[in-house]
Nanobody, 123 residues
Framework: QVQLVESGGGLVQPGGSLKLSCAASGTIFRINTMGWYRQAPENERELVATINQSGSTNYADSVKGRFTISRDNAKNTVYLQMNSLQSEDTAVYYC?????????????????WGQGTQVTVSS
């Protein structure tokens, strides 16, 4: 069984910063791509940023230059540093990871999601 646990969300004023963390635990042989997605009320879930095992990153245009994704492979953890936050960044942020785990009989790749953490940008 694999779990992704997020932390670091909260309320911040416009222009402020927050850092999200997401730690994967359980039967993990390897983690490929890790990423962050977000979903605002009445909107579809959208990609924020991804990072692969070698450290290559990809960002949504709306967050380029303001957000930085990073990972600690030894800790199976991905981070999202969010600076210059705007009201449009308000959403539930979800962690995602593509993980090589086991079904009890053989290894298998599987996509996992965290439970989500609320980020609210408001004065």
């Amino acid at each position: 069984q694999v779990q992704l646990v997020e932390s670091g969300g909260g309320l911040v004023q416009p222009g402020g910063s927050l850092k999200l963390s997401c730690a994967a635990s359980g039967t993990i042989f390897r983690i490929n791509t890790m990423g962050w997605y977000r979903q605002a009320p009445e909107n579809e879930r959208e990609l924020v940023a991804t990072i692969n095992q070698s450290g290559s990153t990809n960002y949504a245009d709306s967050v380029k230059g303001r957000f930085t994704i990073s990972r600690d492979n030894a800790k199976n953890t991905v981070y999202l540093q969010m600076n210059s936050l705007q009201s449009e960044d308000t959403a539930v942020y979800y962690c995602n990871a593509y993980i090589l785990t086991s079904n009890g009989l053989s290894p298998m790749w599987k996509d996992y999601w965290g439970q989500g953490t609320q980020v609210t940008v408001s004065s």
